[in-house]
């Protein structure tokens, strides 16, 4: 079946800005590659990906630019993310969560691009590809991209100034050493099987600091959103954690609708009832692990669980280590 991959204008207008800058013949460079003209007004349009490509290649050699994907990679912020990205990252109890859902929507930003994590003793790889590409020369413009947004969502973890330990390319590509400077405690690999960064284990069960985890980008008509239900959810199941949790049907009874609306409202967001239970769980087991002495049992029946296995294996899912782990890392 035929297919054009498509990405997001919004990452190609860095490469644009560079070039009118300096001067360059932008506009007919754009359109002998047949892209869309006035791209700074169409950031949230999709352009055919191939051609995008050989448009940076073939600016960067006639205009003698060195690590142009570096350069445009400093013009892009977290904000140029899909909104829809954004927000499921917000509602993200962790790293690891956030990075599960970051995986899950990277065909959203670009339609052929895909995103993995690989485990490891210490770390984990966030991995992507873009298929069907490995073939163009300086495919490395893009990875760099890729790279970079995988390490702005873990700075809304662990702070503006964290960076990967490893960067890797699946160009045959290596930073020059001016560009390598201004990652000084980055290693760089080249002719990888993918473009990946490195995140040490220890980061995966950070919590976003953002206070605006159930923020509602838009109005509904129809009455409150899911972003409405989840946020009053999160400030009313703390009191049932140590007694009986409500089932789903409680709930929509609580909130006046059935329970079949109630899940459509949660699910048009892409949040289930259970969903949320489990980061409220979570919330209350990290700050008792966190700020107090208790015993591990304890802490599992504290935040609802009656098996405390079951409780050890939710938590490790959400934060990829171990309650004990957990511990042993916040002290």
């Not at 290649?57 to 350069?71: H, P, R, V």
């Amino acid at each position: 079946m035929a297919n054009i991959p498509l990405t997001r204008s919004q990452f190609l207008l860095p490469f644009v800005g560079i070039l009118e800058e300096i001067g360059a013949p932008t506009s007919s460079l754009m359109e002998k590659f047949r892209l869309p003209p006035s791209m700074d007004t169409k950031s949230d349009l999709y352009v055919p990906l191939l051609p995008a490509i050989r448009f940076i290649n073939t600016a960067q050699n006639s205009q003698d630019i060195e690590d142009f994907g570096f350069l445009a990679s400093q013009r892009l912020h977290y904000s140029h993310l899909r909104e829809k990205t954004r927000t499921l990252i917000a509602q993200s109890p962790t790293l690891l969560v956030a990075l599960r859902h970051a995986c899950n929507e990277a065909s959203r930003e670009d339609t052929v691009l895909s995103m993995w994590i690989e485990y490891d003793n210490e770390h984990v790889r966030v991995c992507s590809r873009l298929a069907g590409t490995s073939k163009l020369p300086h495919v490395e413009h893009a990875q760099w991209l890729q790279n970079i947004f995988s390490v702005y969502i873990v700075r809304q973890f662990a702070g503006p100034n964290w960076a990967p330990p490893v960067m890797a390319f699946e160009a045959r590509y290596t930073p020059s050493i001016a560009t390598q400077s201004s990652w000084p405690n980055v290693r760089f690999l080249a002719g990888q099987l993918a473009s990946w960064i490195t995140i040490p284990n220890s980061c995966l069960s950070l919590s976003n600091p953002s206070t605006e985890l159930f923020s509602q980008p838009h109005a509904h008509e129809d009455g409150h959103s899911g972003y409405d239900i989840a946020a009053i959810l999160k400030l009313m199941l703390p009191s049932y954690l140590d007694g009986r949790v409500p089932t789903l049907a409680d709930v929509a009874e609580m909130a006046g609708v059935s329970a079949r609306t109630f899940q459509r409202k949660l699910a048009n967001v892409d949040l289930a009832y259970s969903d949320i239970l489990d980061i409220v769980r979570f919330e209350r087991s990290s700050s008792l692990l966190r700020d107090t002495d208790i015993k591990i049992i304890d802490v599992s029946f504290a935040s609802g669980y009656s098996d405390p296995a079951h409780f050890s294996r939710a938590f490790r899912r959400i934060s990829g280590v171990t309650p004990r782990q957990f511990r042993e890392q916040s002290r």
